[in-house]
Structures are given as C-alpha cells and as structure tokens.
C-alpha cells in the first residue's frame, strides 16, 4: 500500500524511532520494564506541572474512551452527582458514559462553535447542590476549539467540586498547569500530542481525591483506584500491559524532550495551523470556529463555495498525493477536517494545501 501521512486527530504520523521501539518483545514482570512504566508515570506528572507528593498518574489500557470512561466510573459515588458541559461529540460521549453506569448527571450543552461559559456552570452549581463533579473536554476535537478550562476551573473550585478534564488531544500540545488550576483528574491518552502509538490512555490524578474514590468503581477493568494501587506498588500494570506501545511511548517522550518540550511542539502545531489556515484562505475555504477560540490542534473547514464538491473525491485525491485528512463531524454544517498534529511540519502544510488548490481547479 502506499503511504501517506496522518492529518487526522489521532492516530498521528509518528516518526521511524518511535515505530522502531515496538521491534522488541518486552517481558512484563522483570524490574527493567516496570521501571519503563514508571519513568512514564514520572514524566506525564513533569509535563502537567504537579508534584508527585499532591498528584500520581495512572496508565489505564485501551484508547481514550477507556480513561475517559475509567474516571467517570470510578470517582463518582452512587450518592454523588456530575455536571456535564458539552459542545462537541467528545462531550456527549461522556453523556453517553454517564448513561451506560447509572451515573446521575445534568447536562450543560452549548453550540459546537462556542465554548462553555463559566458563569452558566457557576450557576448551574449554585442552583444544584446535589452536583459534586464537574466534566468537559479541553481541545473539542470535534469542531478544534478550544475551550476555556482556567475560567471553568476557578469557578469549579471556588465551589469546592471536583474537576474532571478530557484534555485528551491537547495534553502535550498545548501547556496545562494541571496543579495551579486544580484540575483534579486530567485524561489524555498515548496517540495524540505526545506522539505515540494507541494503546493505552493516562489520568494524572490529584491523590487525595483519587483516595476518596475507594470502592467506588462501577468496572472491574476500568477501576481507576485498583489500577494505581498495583502500579504504585513497583510499576506493574493489573492486567497485561501494551508492551510494544508503552516502550513506543517512552521513546515519544524522549522525543519531546529534544524537541523542546511543549512549548516548542505548540509552536510547530500552532505554525503548521497558522499555515492551513492561511492557503486555505485564498482558495475561499473557512473554518468553522472563530479564530478567538480555534485551538491549534485541528480545523473544521466549510465545504467551499460555489464548487461542486465531493469530500469522498478531493480525500482520494489528496490520499494518492501522501496525505489522509478526516471528515466533518459537526452536525450543523458540511465541513471536513484538517489535523496539525503529529510528525507534521509547515512543509506539509504547505504541500497539503497546494494539492488542495490543484483538486479544486481540477475538478471546477
Ligand atoms: C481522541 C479523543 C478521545 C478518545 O477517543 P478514542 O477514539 O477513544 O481514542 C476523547 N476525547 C477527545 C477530545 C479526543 O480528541
């Protein structure tokens, strides 16, 4: 088959390297491997700026839906209720989570072009004292907005509620400062901004609330507590771990570092975007969300104007020219989506939006 890369919100064009690490068949129980797991645990509470005395991070098997999944049905007691604030498919899927576990919650919906208002949760809190959780996705990657956690944070906390971030295709992307905002779990997983492989998704948890979450848990396989309890012991994961993809991760991890770390990978998706953005401009194709709240991670681009267009057609041309781009998921609009992360850089962009401009003439 030929190759091309991934202009999709994950999976993500990786480099050689990282694919390269998943050439050996790791034993699971000797020391080196779970000292692997727990360098990994170290570095993911580095990159969320917490210390390890007031958070831990818990490495949970499965794609990103799984950690999502695991915090919701771990943290929120049979007596306890959670607030929802959703602008995307993203949020929703928590919707859908809390529905499945008998979770008791309320919805907060907004358009999928605007972010959720932290006053609207601060009085939706105020009016419902039953509600002692609050959720929402960071980088909605439904749409590529961007939304607002500090504001929500403050306003969470200063009513004392726990909070609960899906920053699944930001985290390592986009700089979080998890413990000065007093995010209490925050979810994102291995094939995203970090750059790795699927496999496995992450929580990095306030430890004191994870605490509290004791017996809690709704899963037997997604039991968040049970999950840290074994890994904290000596690095050894519950059930079988993703070898190949955990010793992939690491590898990742290095990477970023050298790099530069996040600041410096949120220059490159913020250029690669700035970029897209740009060029697709002059061929008369706008994205969705506002530039106030566009995130830098993905774009949602309207269907141009005055041109017969075939998304299916201009995906297959793009496709035999190296690059795969991802379709619309907003339900208002015909849109399709173009992804700035990954092993991607400006030259991409640049290439990916002159092939753009040649289907565009091609096929007028
Ligand atoms: C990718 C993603 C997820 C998880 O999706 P999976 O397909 O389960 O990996 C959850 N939330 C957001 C915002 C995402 O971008």
């Known amino acids: 088959m030929k190759n091309y890369k991934l202009l999709t919100p994950g999976p993500l064009t990786t480099t050689e390297t990282v694919k390269k690490e998943m050439l050996f068949d790791h034993c699971t129980w000797d020391d080196d491997y779970k000292q692997i797991t727990q360098e990994i645990r170290r570095e993911l509470l580095n990159l969320a700026h917490v210390s390890e005395e007031e958070y831990t991070a818990v490495l949970m098997q499965g794609s990103g839906t799984f950690g999502v999944e695991s915090v919701l049905t771990s943290v929120i007691g049979k007596e306890e209720k959670l607030l929802i604030a959703a602008n995307g498919a993203y949020g929703k899927r928590m919707v859908s989570i809390a529905e499945h576990a008998c979770i008791d919650y309320t919805l907060y919906e907004e358009d999928f072009d605007k972010v959720p208002c932290a006053r609207k949760i601060a009085e939706i809190l105020d009016g419902d004292g039953r509600i002692t959780h609050v959720a929402m996705v ?10 607002d956690i500090s504001s929500v944070a403050k306003v969470v906390k200063e009513r004392g509620r726990t909070f609960i971030v899906d920053a699944m295709s930001s985290f390592g992307g986009v700089d979080i400062q998890v413990g000065e905002l007093g995010i209490d779990f925050i979810v994102s997983s291995a094939n995203k901004c970090i750059q790795g492989v699927p496999g496995f998704s992450f929580i990095i948890c306030r430890r004191d609330k994870l605490m509290e979450s004791k017996g809690k848990a709704r899963s037997l396989s ?38 530069g770390g996040i600041e410096k990978r949120n220059e490159r998706y913020t250029q690669n975007h700035k970029i897209l953005i740009e060029n697709l401009a002059k061929l008369g194709i706008k994205p969705y969300v506002g530039a106030d709240v566009q995130g830098p991670i993905i774009t949602t681009f309207y269907y141009p104007e005055n041109h017969h267009f075939s998304f299916q057609e201009m995906y297959e041309y793009i496709k035999e020219r190296g690059y795969a781009i991802y379709p619309g998921k907003v339900t208002d609009a015909d849109t399709f989506r173009i992804g700035n992360i990954g092993e991607i850089y400006p030259e991409d962009m640049v290439k ?4 753009i401009s040649e289907f565009l003439k091609e096929t007028n």
């Open 352 to 355: 990916v939006t002159a092939i």
């Open 138 to 147: 960071h980088s909605e990657t439904t749409s590529g907005i961007l939304n």
């Open 222 to 259: 997604l039991d968040l507590y049970d999950q840290w309890e074994t890994m904290e012991k000596d690095g050894k994961w519950r059930f079988t771990s993703p070898t190949h993809v955990v010793l992939a991760f690491r590898k990742a991890l290095d990477e970023l570092k050298e790099e």
